[in-house]
T-cell receptor, first 112, second 113 residues
Framework: SQELEQSPQSLIVQEGKNLTINCTSS?????LYWYKQKYGEGLIFLMM?????EEKSHEKITAKLDEKKQQSSLHITASQPSHAGIYLC????????????FGTGTKLQVIP | DSGVTQTPKHLITATGQRVTLRCSPR?????VYWYQQSLDQGLQFLIQ???????AKGNILERFSAQQFPDLHSELNLSSLELGDSALYFC????????????FGPGTRLTVL
């Protein structure tokens, strides 16, 4: 089965700083999802990347897919307390959405 | 507010019992997805329905079943419950495809005692 590793597992940054979260797959990526979850709440779909080299932005959050490295990175520019939460990546496998797997999450704290 | 509603918010039951979780998708969305999130196994995709038909089947146990009704609401039935079934169950909806933006409900927290 496809395994996803997220790094770092947790991150504490000062408000205004930039940060990057990585999601690395053990197998070929056929689609990569990014989500945000506030503690104990539902998930928020951020974006989905399908093609190698594809880059998408959602407000101050940018994600890029590196097909060759089987990796996606999520970059937050000028972090704000509202960015705090858990960021999860999900990867679609060769068999389609029924094979989707999720990372264990990166916990982000932003200190004002 | 995502527009996706789930009931109940909390459910406490005993091992061996059966429960039904309900989800109403956003207006206009034809696809409904069910997920399980637990401390042990993280987030797992269970099943997707599109316009009443099963479209994708993930890690759903045989003790679990789901359906989507003509009004597009969906129900997830969990039977012969075990302690390990305790988790947060999320429903999400999208217009059609799994590549479309998915909108998640607030979840149902199931505790099996």
């Amino acid at each position: 089965s496809q395994e996803l590793e997220q790094s770092p597992q947790s991150l504490i940054v000062q408000e205004g700083k930039n940060l990057t979260i990585n999601c690395t797959s053990s197998k070929t990526l056929y689609g990569l999802y990014w989500y945000k979850q506030k503690y104990g709440e539902g998930l928020i779909f951020l974006m989905m990347l399908q093609k190698g080299g594809e880059e998408k932005s959602h407000e101050k959050i940018t994600a890029k897919l590196d097909e060759k490295k089987q990796q996606s990175s999520l970059h937050i520019t000028a972090s704000q307390p509202s960015h705090a939460g858990i960021y999860l990546c999900g990867a679609m496998g060769k068999g389609g959405y029924q094979k989707v797997t999720f990372g264990t999450g990166t916990k982000l704290q932003v200190i004002p | 507010d995502s527009g996706v509603t789930q009931t109940p918010k909390h459910l406490i039951t005993a091992t061996g019992q059966r429960v039904t979780l309900r989800c109403s998708p956003r207006s206009g969305d034809l696809s409904v997805y069910w997920y399980q999130q637990s401390l042990d196994q993280g987030l797992q995709f269970l099943i997707q329905y599109y316009n009443g038909e099963e479209r994708a089947k993930g890690n759903i146990l045989e003790r679990f079943s789901a359906q989507q009704f003509p009004d597009l609401h969906s129900e997830l039935n969990l039977s012969s419950l075990e302690l390990g079934d305790s988790a947060l169950y999320f429903c999400a909806s999208s217009v059609e495809h799994s590549t479309d933006t998915q909108y998640f409900g607030p979840g149902t927290r199931l505790t099996v005692l």
